[in-house]
């Protein structure tokens, strides 16, 4: 986006304010739909504040605009958070948020690229999302255009072997217009990561497939922007950022709580939730 801030410190301020609505409306929508995956929308949000009003080249007015970057949210079931990222940038009316998982309401369950505008791909079936970054990637460099490819993923997700199909198609093509960022929250659907199927070192088994890899800390926004803006600037290799977050993160009760991954709160948690996200004063931990 284009703001007028007077330093770098401004610029964080106000994507802190922004990642802090992103996630009221993360609790509200699935609050109000009373269905949801709340876990893993709020541990993206940072990232994907960060991403919506900051870093992507897009023009809300014009979702189908040739040049604009794209995104891939290949954890799709995480979708709250890009629905609240394109809501508040302008790509529908705040209003539609409410009716997500309604019957008839363009905010699916799982993205759908049919029916909102702003989505680049649908997803939904875990482990494809690096494939269509890989074939969008492809394409930038076939027609010679300058626009980037990010592609979110989770941790749990990239059990998946088509992850690592990609990520080999990836290396081979030199795409450097591709950006996959791994939302490393420790939690998936049946448990920790670490138990479930581990993965660690992320890190070297991308290097291993000649990445360029950077580890981060996926609230600090300070070091959020500053790793997307080396990653757009990086060349002859994709690049992997490793993003430590929290499952839950902004909530108290909801953090690193496996049952959160997928479930909606009652009116007290609600309303516990809202407060502590409205009252929070982005101390980084």
Not at 90 to 100: A, H, I, N
């Amino acid at each position: 986006m284009n703001n007028n801030f007077q330093n770098f410190e401004e610029r964080v301020q106000y994507l802190k304010e922004k990642a802090k609505e992103v996630r009221v409306n993360i609790i509200d929508m699935i609050f109000i739909a009373q269905s949801g995956h709340p876990g893993g929308a709020l541990s993206a949000a940072d990232l994907m504040t960060a991403l919506y009003f900051d870093i992507l080249k897009i023009d809300p007015k014009n979702p189908h605009w040739p040049d604009r970057d794209r995104l891939i949210l290949s954890k799709g079931h995480a979708c709250p958070v890009w629905y609240s990222c394109l809501a508040m940038r302008g790509y529908f009316p705040m209003k539609e948020l409410k009716t997500l998982r309604k019957f008839e309401s363009i905010l699916q369950g799982h993205p759908d690229m049919r029916k909102t505008p702003g989505i680049d791909m649908t997803t939904g079936s875990l482990g494809q999302g690096l494939s269509l970054g890989v074939g969008m990637a492809l394409e930038g460099k076939l027609v010679k255009k300058n626009y980037h490819i990010y592609v979110i993923l989770g941790d749990g997700e990239i059990n998946e072997g088509q992850v690592w199909e990609a990520a080999a198609s990836a290396s081979k093509y030199k795409l450097d217009n591709l950006t996959a960022i791994i939302d490393k929250n420790g939690l998936q659907m049946d448990g920790f990561t670490d138990k479930v199927m581990p993965m660690d070192p992320i890190d070297k088994k991308f290097e291993a497939f000649n990445w360029q890899v950077m580890t981060i800390n996926g609230h600090d926004m300070k070091e959020i922007l500053i790793t997307l803006e080396k990653a757009k600037k990086n060349k002859n290799k994709p690049v992997c950022i490793i993003a430590n977050t929290i499952k839950g993160k902004g909530v108290s009760f909801m953090e690193n709580i496996r049952k959160w991954h997928g479930k909606a709160p009652n009116q007290h948690e609600y309303e516990i939730a809202i407060k502590e996200i409205e009252e929070s004063n982005d101390e980084i931990k």
